[in-house]
């Protein structure tokens, strides 16, 4: 295995060729060697392109986040917000530090479309390098089994990840996961790098605005809801009939009752007299409730009369005395 690396004159490097990924992190010093609005500038090296598998091709990619201030046209359409940026300044002044003066103001000031300065304080800015600095830290891919005998629990190598994304597959070696992340965006998707550097600001710029002491805006948000007229004149069609038929069995039971008609829901009887000669009929007449006319028509036996002169078709054979 060849010890020979790569390096850029910023520092980035990737010390040989089984180191397939680096993140480098360039804060901006006291020096002033960057624009003063400059948050964190990071370099990305790599010894594998995204879409040209099994070939070493080294390649270097600079990122950098920078507080800026964007003029939005906003609209509020079907109650969801929409926001068009048309129009963003930078502050590209390089501030020479090396000497600070008491009296000179070090804070970053931006001016907006309208001439407005916005002020950018170095506290928070400082404050904010700091965190970058600590969550960004410099890290690399390793892909070689030698390093694989180290503990996942030493300092400097935390995360050991088989993957199988884009060109990239086999056991990598990770130091953070923040390298992680990158690593698995840049095999992943074609333009992974911009795309996590973009959704890094997106949030950062989301988090400032909902931070609290954020100056609130008065306006006024429409929604849409729902309205229901009902049209009562269709349901009285339906409501009639339903009631109709309410009276009407009503009206039967009540008829029913004052009649002392027997109750023949559940019986059979009623359709089996039917045909009988009227003799046979009159004899279960004489019965006061139904059991005793079921155990009466267990005793009837009927034939079949054709040519009956009173036009009925059954007339029983035997009767109980």
Known sequence: MSTCGWQLPQGARLNTSSDVFSMTSIIPSAYGDMPHSTLIRIIFMGTELHDVPDTLNVWAKQC???????????SVVNGTLQENVTHTMLNQTVVDMSSPDSESEYDVYIKGGSDDLYLFGMGALLSIRGWFGAIFTNGSATRTTTD???SVTDPDRAVVVNLTVGISSGETFFDTDIVTAFYWNYYEYADGLNM??????????TAFRGF????PVNGKSSSLESYVHVRWGFAILPVAIVLATVL???ASMVMTRSSETKLWKSSALATLFHGLD???RAMFDLNDNLEQEKK????????LKRDAPDGTLLRAEKMAC
Do not use: W
Request: net charge neutral; proline share 0%.
């Open 64 to 74: 950098s986040l920078q507080a800026c201030v964007k003029t939005l046209s906003s």
């Open 212 to 215: 609290t002491g954020a100056e």
């Open 278 to 280: 009227h003799d046979t």
């Open 296 to 303: 009466q028509a267990n005793e009837v036996r009927v034939r």
């Open 248 to 250: 009407f069995l009503i």
């Open 196 to 205: 996590l550097m973009s959704d890094l600001a997106v949030s950062m710029t």
């Open 148 to 150: 694989f005998t180290r």
